[in-house]
């Protein structure tokens, strides 16, 4: 007499798995998106060149991922526990870039570092205006004027 066999278990995705799934469809977002700028030669690489590298690259890292993410949890058992937090990040990244083109650069990074280490982190308010200020006004300086990039200034002029 044969037994009956166990039904076969449930296959169900894991978290690195649909991480790596991810990951590689934002790399063919941006090398879709890439496709307007020309990519040029080794010798010679057009604006396209490095996007379309680094589009390969996250690619190819992110089947890596997928493909290797079968022992992770698995993604109906993983807890949101931070889910808040991160939507929080989330939103305050968005008013970000939607500020900067309105007040500017140096305001617009001051006062989202402020709120990241101020308001979410609860750090001590003189670090905090400290380094929310300070980065502000070094890296613009750093990029605006060595660099060269043009950054967004405020309509006050700062």
Do not use: H
Not at 76 to 99: H, P
Not at 120 to 148: N, Q
């Amino acid at each position: 007499m044969t037994q009956p066999s166990d039904p076969p278990a449930k296959r169900q995705l894991r978290s690195d798995q649909v991480s790596g799934l991810m990951l590689a469809a934002l790399a063919l977002y941006v090398w879709w998106m890439n496709r307007a700028y020309p990519i040029g030669t080794l010798a010679e690489p057009g604006p396209g060149y490095v996007p379309l590298l680094l589009a390969i690259f996250m690619g190819v890292m992110g089947v890596l991922v997928a493909l290797g993410g079968g022992k992770s949890e698995p993604l109906a058992a993983m807890e949101w526990t931070e889910a808040k937090r991160a939507f929080a990040l989330l939103v305050a990244c968005g008013v970000a870039a939607f500020a900067l083109e309105r007040l500017g650069y140096r305001i617009t990074m001051a006062a989202l570092l402020i709120f990241f280490l101020g308001v979410m982190e609860r750090r001590k308010p003189m670090m905090v205006a400290a380094v929310g200020i300070g980065f502000a006004l070094i890296t613009y300086y750093l990029f605006a004027t060595l660099l060269r990039v043009p950054l967004p200034v405020s309509p006050w002029g700062f």
